[in-house]
């Protein structure tokens, strides 16, 4: 290489080492720039702008929301068939609320509400198919649903809550034993298909073989014999998971003795897995008959029961009855996944607030029964969620009176006001964590129930050889997130 040559490479490597250099020191110029700005910002050093984090609870706009109601009692249902089985005698669904729609799953509106004073109600009777409750407006949670099942070849009522479809939900209830039917429901009210995937808590543990998810399509209800997976066993709870979209789980639980038959019951939901659960107004009728008939085998079931589980691992429940102005305590102790039914036969006749404390998180509810050996009847009970402001409830038409029982969360004591919005009359009630407060709301009357504190509450029918309750609650502290600005 010639000497010129050699001096017109140095050059051009200088020339290229000096390029670099400059694209080098303006990338760090410009990353150190956008560290001081992003500084500056975060130490809030602009004039005017004040960037102290803040929290603030927050009412999200209006939006539609739906809850969805099981529909009749059913028959011929399959685990491996996506259907619905037979519809066993009807139902009835009744609501109460503002801006409110009742309508089929797929959005149809099949009946227009009345107005009293404000409120809308409206009762759909002979229904053969589930139901859907849209609500809108600002105080869509203050609405109550409920439905009543009845006739066919299955005995007894069934009064359950009308449901806001979820992503999680435990149910208990049931028996897979010979003449007991207990039935998984999965309403779909949504416009995508849904994914179930249940976890089965047995007398004998937990479930442990796979059980295959259960496609529910859209705007459909998928009915599942639990026996299918569980049989011979009585004591359940069902734990409902779902992918792609919400579902409402229901359990409907029959009784046949030999050709006899022994009731029927459609329970909702109840609260999830906590180290508390209150359950107010479990019913004991008729307790002297209903001992003398559990020496017969046949009838073991026909005796009240707390049924809890532990999920997760070993615990000691402690259990408080309250009611008559006595308390009972008793304790039980919970082996990691098995459901456990607690006899509550020493209970004299009368409606019972059973808190239940445990150190690990459990599932509570209760039977109660009815009827005797002419005209038995069952209804299971779940734990609830306290609700406190105001609600709106009706009272279905066609079935006995109802009897509204309150008690307060804690040991404090709540004052509840139950205003008729139909007619003239109104109640105002002391709701503590002692004997409940109770209160008869005759059928097929609208209430406003405006509690002053956190309070739980259950609906009683019963009369003549019927017994049904339900949970009664209220979401508006679900209709609440809380928003952090940074």
């Known amino acids: 290489m010639s000497q010129a040559d050699s001096r017109r490479a140095r050059r051009v490597a200088a020339r ?38 803040s929290a603030q609870r927050v009412l999200p706009a209006s939006t539609t929301q739906v809850q969805a109601c099981a529909g009749p009692l059913r028959t011929g249902t399959s685990a491996t068939t996506a259907g619905a089985g037979t519809a066993v005698g009807t139902s009835t669904v009744t609501a109460a609320g503002t801006e409110l729609e009742l309508g089929t799953l797929d959005g149809t509106v099949t009946e227009q509400p009345a107005t009293l004073n404000g409120v809308q109600t409206v009762q759909s009777t002979g229904l053969t198919d589930p139901l859907a409750v849209r609500l809108s407006g600002a105080r869509a949670s203050d609405v109550t649903a409920l439905q009543t099942a009845s006739g066919g070849s299955l005995s007894g009522l069934s009064l359950s809550s009308c449901s806001t479809p979820s992503f999680d939900s435990w149910i208990q209830a049931g028996s897979t034993t010979t003449g007991r039917n207990t039935t998984l429901l999965l309403v779909n009210p949504s416009d995508l298909p849904a994914q179930a995937k249940l976890t089965l808590y047995t007398s004998s543990g937990v479930y442990t073989q796979q059980i295959a998810a259960l496609r529910v399509p859209a705007h459909s209800i998928r009915a599942v014999p639990l026996a299918a997976y569980v049989p011979n066993l009585p004591a359940l709870t069902v734990r409902v998971r779902s992918d792609r979209a919400p579902v409402a789980s229901f359990v409907q639980s029959d009784i046949t003795r ?10 909702a ?31 073991s079931d026909a005796l009240p029961v707390l049924r809890l589980l532990s999920p997760n691992g070993q615990t000691r429940a402690r259990i408080t009855i309250r009611g008559h102005g006595k308390t009972t ?32 998180r459990v599932v509570a ?13 069952f209804s299971w009970l779940s734990s609830g969620t306290a609700f406190s402001g105001s609600l709106l409830l009706r009272v279905p038409e066609g079935v006995p009176d109802a009897r509204l029982t309150l008690s307060a969360a804690g040991e404090t004591r ?13 109640h105002t009630l002391e709701a503590g964590s002692g004997d409940p407060a109770e209160v008869t709301l005759p059928a097929g009357s609208v209430w406003k129930i405006r509690a002053s504190g956190l309070v739980f509450a259950s609906l009683t029918l019963s009369g003549d050889g019927q017994l049904a309750q339900t949970v009664i609650s209220s979401e508006s502290d679900r209709a609440a997130i809380r928003i952090r600005e940074q």
């Not at 098995?338 to 020493?346: A, C, K, R």
């Not at 009368?350 to 690990?360: E, N």
Request: contains cysteine; negative net charge.
């Open 329 to 360: 305590t008793l304790t039980q102790q919970l082996l990691p996944g098995m459901t456990t039914d607690v006899p509550l036969t020493s209970l004299e006749d009368g409606d019972y607030r059973i808190t239940v404390h445990a150190s690990r």
């Open 414 to 426: 709540t004052w509840v006001r139950v205003t008729r919005v139909d007619a003239d009359g109104s």
């Open 16 to 53: 290229s080492v000096v390029r670099i250099g400059t694209r080098v020191m303006s990338l760090l110029v410009c990353v150190a720039l956008l560290l001081g700005a992003a500084f500056v910002l975060w130490r809030g050093w602009i004039p005017g702008i004040a960037l102290t984090p």
């Open 269 to 299: 939901a109840g609260a999830a897995p906590a180290t508390e659960q209150v359950l107010t107004g479990v019913t004991i009728q008729n307790s002297a008959t209903q001992n003398g008939l559990a020496s017969d085998s046949s009838w």
């Open 258 to 267: 030999v050709l006899q038959a022994g009731g029927s019951e459609i329970t």
């Open 365 to 377: 509810s209760a039977r109660g029964v009815s009827g005797g050996q002419d005209s038995p009847e």
